[in-house]
T-cell receptor, first 116, second 112 residues
Framework: EAGVAQSPRYKIIEKRQSVAFWCNPI?????LYWYQQILGQGPKLLIQ????????DSQLPKDRFSAERLKGVDSTLKIQPAKLEDSAVYLC??????????????FGPGTRLTVT | RKEVEQDPGPFNVPEGATVAFNCTYS??????FFWYRQDCRKEPKLLMS???SGNEDGRFTAQLNRASQYISLLIRDSKLSDSATYLC?????????????FGAGTRLAVHP
């Protein structure tokens, strides 16, 4: 079974530039997540989609971050304009729909962003 | 106070040692609990779920104390391949949706 795919794997940009990340979840997984992981910290949820609808974006800095999941499959996360503190690994994860209880999120390899 | 707190370590142990990690969480309404493993510069992967009755998977034992809001992970007979960061994870989601809160992780280094 193919895992969660992400691209690019690495990106270096200057502050105030824009950047976009792409994620393709595991086939059949209705739920998709974007996390930000800053060095030395655990992943922090930015946004969660159920099919193509947003379930939770309470921690997404909406003045500069945006995300979409057209057709309920692939997703893109954009930062515009980037700040130095956005340097982090951006992880995409997916899971089957769960009506509660334990379930597993499968993570992609991440995109390592460096803002200079 | 952080929602999920862990000792960052590192824990440096010899092969064959037993090591225990602890984690505390602040949200008493948390629904489910997990340990994830993250290797250096890799993505997190589920190690095991944590149940109130305690559960074991080979050399790994997880315990949950809801009254104290405390989770533990015990690794017996440590292997070099156990070297990684162990993330304590709490699900605070409601309404049928899951929302995972990750701790910052505890780093384990197993040496020969």
């Amino acid at each position: 079974e193919a895992g969660v795919a992400q691209s690019p794997r690495y990106k270096i940009i200057e502050k105030r530039q824009s950047v976009a990340f792409w994620c393709n979840p595991i086939s059949g997984h209705a739920t998709l997540y974007w996390y930000q992981q800053i060095l030395g910290q655990g992943p922090k949820l930015l946004i969660q989609f159920q099919n193509n609808g947003v379930v939770d974006d309470s921690q997404l800095p909406k003045d500069r971050f945006s995300a979409e999941r057209l057709k309920g499959v692939d997703s893109t996360l954009k930062i515009q304009p980037a700040k130095l503190e956005d340097s982090a690994v951006y992880l995409c994860a997916s899971s089957l729909v769960a009506s509660g209880g334990a379930y597993e999120q499968y993570f992609g390899p991440g995109t390592r962003l460096t803002v200079t | 106070r952080k929602e999920v707190e862990q000792d960052p370590g590192p824990f440096n142990v010899p092969e064959g040692a037993t090591v225990a990690f602890n984690c505390t969480y602040s949200n008493s309404a948390s629904q489910s609990f997990f340990w994830y493993r993250q290797d250096c510069r890799k993505e997190p992967k589920l190690l095991m779920s944590v149940y109130s009755s305690g559960n074991e998977d080979g050399r790994f034992t997880a315990q949950l104390n809801r009254a104290s809001q405390y989770i533990s992970l015990l690794i017996r007979d440590s292997k070099l391949s156990d070297s990684a960061t162990y993330l304590c994870v709490v699900n605070i989601g409601t309404g049928g949706y899951n929302k995972l809160i990750f701790g910052a992780g505890t780093r384990l280094a197993v040496h020969p």
